[in-house]
């Protein structure tokens, strides 16, 4: 069950990409320059996919196989940013996502991976450029 807190949270984060809000942002620090925006219509979304402990991995690739998982995800026109495995947890996708078709992303693993993962959303940007610009200052190099 959700608290409070989280579930207030989603449902801002929703909103927020639904009416396409400005979202609150941390202040980035003096000399640093901020991401690039995307611009083009579309957004990060990481994607946990929480393996099912309880049953070996060949059932629930058999599994996967009877919902489609494989034919369906990612749909065309969303790209895969990364894909990594992580031992313990289960699989970690990052998406580049037209807005409008987040539902549709939603709704595809919503039918074709539960039962076999746990699903978790996290809406993403690169800040690998910047930290690395922040250390490089910090150290002096």
């Given at each position: 069950?959700?608290?409070?807190?989280?579930?207030?949270a989603g449902?801002a984060?929703?909103?927020?990409?639904i009416?396409?809000?400005?979202?609150?942002?941390?202040?980035?620090?003096?000399?640093?320059?901020g991401p690039a925006?995307l611009?083009?219509?579309?957004f990060?979304?990481?994607v946990?996919?929480?393996?099912?402990q309880?049953?070996?991995?060949?059932?629930?690739?058999?599994q996967?196989?009877?919902?489609?998982?494989?034919q369906?995800?990612?749909?065309?026109?969303?790209?895969v940013?990364?894909w990594?495995?992580?031992?313990?947890?289960g699989?970690?996708v990052?998406?580049?996502v037209?807005?409008e078709?987040?539902?549709?992303?939603?709704?595809?693993?919503?039918?074709?991976?539960w039962g076999?993962y746990?699903t978790?959303?996290?809406?993403?940007?690169d800040?690998?450029?910047?930290?690395?610009?922040?250390?490089?200052?910090?150290?002096?190099?």
């Amino acid at each position: 069950m959700l608290g409070t807190g989280k579930w207030i949270a989603g449902v801002a984060l929703v909103l927020t990409l639904i009416t396409g809000a400005p979202a609150l942002a941390q202040t980035k620090p003096a000399g640093v320059p901020g991401p690039a925006p995307l611009g083009d219509g579309t957004f990060l979304l990481t994607v946990f996919l929480k393996h099912d402990q309880s049953r070996p991995l060949g059932k629930l690739n058999e599994q996967l196989k009877e919902q489609g998982f494989f034919q369906a995800f990612p749909p065309p026109g969303v790209e895969v940013v990364s894909w990594y495995v992580v031992m313990g947890i289960g699989q970690v996708v990052t998406l580049r996502v037209p807005s409008e078709r987040l539902r549709e992303v939603n709704r595809i693993l919503e039918d074709t991976a539960w039962g076999a993962y746990h699903t978790e959303f996290y809406p993403t940007y690169d800040f690998k450029a910047i930290a690395e610009q922040m250390r490089a200052k910090a150290t002096g190099k």
